[in-house]
């Protein structure tokens, strides 16, 4: 290179890289030259910016901060970012560089002393190669002579780096960090035979784990809609989304509180709502998953006039669309207790119930008398059920209804669903008679009573649509089970027996 001298050319290899990144100033006449030296692994990395091109620099080098400077290079004739690279150095020792300006033969100003000590090169190249809930695996490039590699984590990006563990090779899975939370990485190379030779701190990587997902619940009360959540770990925000009638999710709203208040809603109607968590970080928006949908009816119930929950058994079938068709006439709802084994065949009946807010719940797959069967065939009663339940209508049921109402110990331990019986059989399916059906209910039909009948008869069928709109004549909001429960203050619990849910 142009106006470069080698000294001690039998030993000392200098190779000059002449970066021009812009022109930058620095005040010689105040005898300032800012110098920066980088340990590279196999060589040593100079610095610093050049005033102009009729500039003269000497590149002095020496084995102790105190000892004997010798110049092992003079440069002149350039201008801007000066990058030299020093091959002559051995891993493990500290070398002690200067550089000084020379004007008319004479050292003007000379840069501070630098130290640099030739250890393994800091690991490069670090990557996020995955990241899970509760994983994050950590890649970066090999480094030369390296036997090993300590990890480091931090919760702040520039101090309080904790070390987590070690790797042999050039990957780490951190299997200890929590939803919500940011990390910052850094990694060491390391020679196992020469402690000496430990890296610096290579790059800092960032990770940002999304929060956990809310679990979300929702109720309709003095014409508007609460949806509440619980507090998801590092979130800091959360925003709402509503269901729109092409079945896109549209945002609504978004808060720092549990709740979310829903003022546009209008009675007799389903609304779903799905919520997202999400924090700031690192100048990007981290979220969770969406919640799983939330569907709240907004029920007109008055929890200071009496009620009642008329319950059918043993379908879905041919006349359970009729009653539906009765029920939503009259701003009414049901519950019905449904067969697994007849769902698929009656699934559009079950998903108008469900439409106009009635309950769908289990009454077991086959009908089987529960007390007769081991705990597995209990389970498995109720668990296909379950599912042809969810394919149906997008939802599980909460409750269970016994065939013939039998239930023993082992049934109540093992049946996962509080278990709702009645306190007024109609024995429609034993009469079926449509006026005897009627007169069962209207003679002893009281507050917080829940009645059993079957949709699978057509006299059955043919008495539902009768006292439907004579209860509420009489005074009486038709609810489901579920709702009688909310308004009469009663929380149900798995494996218990509910006969009435009154006051």
């Not at 692994?41 to 003269?56: C, F, I």
């Not at 979220?287 to 043993?314: H, I, Q």
């Amino acid at each position: 290179m142009k106006n470069t001298i080698m000294r001690n050319a039998g030993r000392v290899m200098v190779f000059f890289i002449i970066c021009l990144i812009g022109v930058g100033r620095i005040a010689f006449a105040q005898g300032f030259i800012s110098l920066q030296g980088e340990n590279d692994g196999e060589k040593v990395l100079l610095k610093w910016q050049a005033d102009n091109r009729s500039s003269v620099y000497q590149i002095q080098k020496s084995l102790s901060k105190e000892g004997n400077f010798t110049v092992m290079a003079t440069l002149s004739g350039q201008k801007g970012e000066i990058v030299i690279y020093d091959y002559d150095v051995k891993k493990g020792n500290s070398y002690y560089y200067k550089v000084a300006l020379v004007e008319k033969g004479r050292v003007s100003s000379e840069s501070s002393v630098v130290e640099v000590k030739l250890t393994l090169k800091a690991p490069d190249n670090i990557k996020i190669k995955s990241i899970k809930d509760t994983k994050v695996k950590l890649t970066w490039k090999k480094t030369k002579d390296a036997t090993g590699y300590e990890i480091y984590r931090s919760k702040t990006p520039d101090h309080k780096f904790k070390k987590i563990g070690t790797s042999e090779k050039s990957s780490y899975t951190d299997d200890t960090v929590k939803k919500g939370k940011v990390y910052y990485y850094r990694v060491i190379a390391i020679d196992h035979k020469r402690e000496e030779l430990t890296s610096t701190y290579g790059e800092t990587v960032t990770v940002c784990i999304v929060p956990g997902t809310p679990k979300v619940n929702g109720d309709y009360s003095k014409k508007k809609i609460k949806i509440t959540w619980k507090k998801v770990s590092g979130a800091q925000m959360y925003t709402i989304y509503r269901k729109k009638s092409n079945g896109k999710f549209k945002k609504i709203g978004e808060t720092n509180k549990l709740f979310f208040l829903d003022k546009d809603v209008k009675k007799g109607k389903y609304y779903e709502y799905q919520v997202i968590a999400f924090y700031k970080k690192e100048d990007q928006i981290i979220r969770s998953d969406a919640s799983a949908s939330c569907k709240v009816f907004a029920s007109d119930v008055d929890p200071n006039k009496k009620m009642v929950a008329l319950t059918f058994d043993d379908g879905p079938g041919k006349y359970t669309q009729e009653i539906v068709d009765c029920l939503k006439a009259n701003n009414a709802r049901a519950t019905f207790f449904v067969l697994g084994c007849n769902v698929d065949s009656y699934k559009s009946s079950m998903q108008a119930a469900d439409k106009i807010g009635c309950e769908i719940a289990s009454h077991t797959y086959n009908h089987r008398n529960l007390v007769r069967l081991s705990e597995t065939e209990i389970v498995e009663e109720v668990e296909k059920t379950d599912r042809k339940i969810e394919k149906a209508i997008g939802k599980m049921p909460n409750l269970v209804r016994t065939p013939g109402g039998s239930v023993n110990d082992t049934v109540k331990e093992v049946i996962g669903k509080p278990i709702i019986l009645w306190s007024i059989d109609t024995l429609d399916w034993k009469t079926r008679n449509r006026d005897k059906t009627v007169k069962a209910v209207m003679d002893h039909v009281k507050d917080g009573d829940i009645v059993l009948m079957h949709d699978i008869h057509e006299p059955s069928k043919e008495a539902a649509l009768i006292l439907i709109p004579r209860l509420q004549r009489e005074g009486y909001q038709l609810v489901t089970v579920s709702e009688l429960a909310k308004y009469r203050n009663h929380t149900l619990k798995k494996g218990e027996v509910y006969h009435s849910l009154r006051h």
